[in-house]
């Protein structure tokens, strides 16, 4: 440890970049840890239509390349590798990679979320190629097309509904008979004439070589197979945000960390931004949005000091 950053943002989607560009041209000394999957979730999404300033949409890859590029010109560095341990018990406080340590009198955690899956080889094959767990980001690649959304909450309800928008056809698919959404929630999306509830039922595989075409189905009850023919399927099971590493921050009970003040965390200096905080509205501009907002918090925070 020879140099102490002014900020070292731990992240690199929308938030962590976001983060970067601004506390790099307020003339900060920013250090980006991206770890191992560089620009996160959004390189695994094929198109980008709803982040504003792309008529034509963007590449996910190529929107976050641009954004890593872009605090680069402003000073940001980088380093490709995931952080295994931190220590916010005092400033300056120390971000370990191994056995190297790094140090800054500001830290941004935005280590994001990652959707929980089903656990399927041929779901991890198949996604972003009909496999999705975000309906408003791409429910509009499947216009007049049938779809399902598997889970049994509010947010499965949630997206079931939405995506009638534009799906002819939505099969909402539970493993149990029991509903753990809301009535209010469950009543709307059986009174939708596109919605079809599957209940009992298990997804064994999702069908398809180049993209989704079907799901085979077992009975939990009977052990009976089907399968169903589709065009894509919608993951509303959860998701995990990336926290575990920071134990010294609050957090809910479902491990999100936890805003006191502004976007700053119990700890004074540390602040946190985009999904690993954000289990409501999971956008990539509501992410860099709160990036955004980290990165002035920590740099008037530390003129404040």
């Known amino acids: 440890m020879s140099k102490i950053y002014d900020m070292i943002v731990i992240g690199a989607g929308p938030a962590g970049y976001t983060a970067s560009l601004y506390g790099s041209r307020a003339n900060m000394s920013v250090l980006c840890f991206e ?15 709803n982040y504003p300033g792309f008529e034509h949409g963007i590449d996910g ?15 940001t560095e980088y380093i490709t590798k995931d952080v295994t341990c931190v220590n916010f018990s005092k400033r300056p406080f120390k971000v370990m990679v ?12 935005a280590t994001g979320a990652k959707p929980r899956k089903l656990g399927l080889d041929s779901e991890e094959r198949l996604w972003a190629r009909g496999v999705s767990s975000c309906a408003t980001c791409d429910g509009f690649f499947f216009r007049d097309k049938t779809v399902a959304v598997i889970g049994g ?7 079931a509904t939405f995506l009638t928008k534009f799906a002819k056809k939505v099969y909402l698919i539970h ?23 599957l209940t009992n039922k298990m997804i064994e595989e999702v069908l398809g070589d180049q993209k ?19 065009d894509g399927m919608f993951l509303a099971i959860g998701h995990i945000p990336v926290t575990q590493l920071f134990e010294e921050i609050d957090k809910d009970d479902s491990g999100y960390l936890l805003h ?22 999971r956008q990539a501009i509501t992410a860099a ?15 404040a000091q």
């Open 35 to 49: 770890g191992w999957q560089p620009g996160g979730q959004l390189t695994t999404t094929t198109t980008i239509e």
């Open 98 to 109: 191994g056995d190297e340590e790094y140090a800054a009198e500001s830290v941004v955690i």
């Open 260 to 281: 006191k003040e502004n976007t700053m965390t119990n700890i004074p200096g540390v602040f946190a931004a985009g999904d690993c905080v954000d289990h409501r509205y």
């Open 289 to 303: 949005a709160m990036g955004c907002q980290a990165a002035i918090d920590a740099e008037r925070w530390l003129e």
């Open 175 to 197: 493993r149990r008979e029991e509903f753990r959404a809301s009535k209010i929630m469950l009543d709307r999306a059986r009174s939708n004439e596109k919605v079809e509830i």
């Open 153 to 159: 909450g509010d947010s499965a309800m949630e997206e």
């Open 61 to 75: 890859k190529k929107l976050m390349n641009e954004m890593r590029a872009q605090a680069a010109v402003f000073g």
């Open 212 to 230: 989704v075409s079907g799901l085979r189905l077992k009975d939990s009850k009977t052990d009976e197979v089907s399968e169903l023919e589709l």
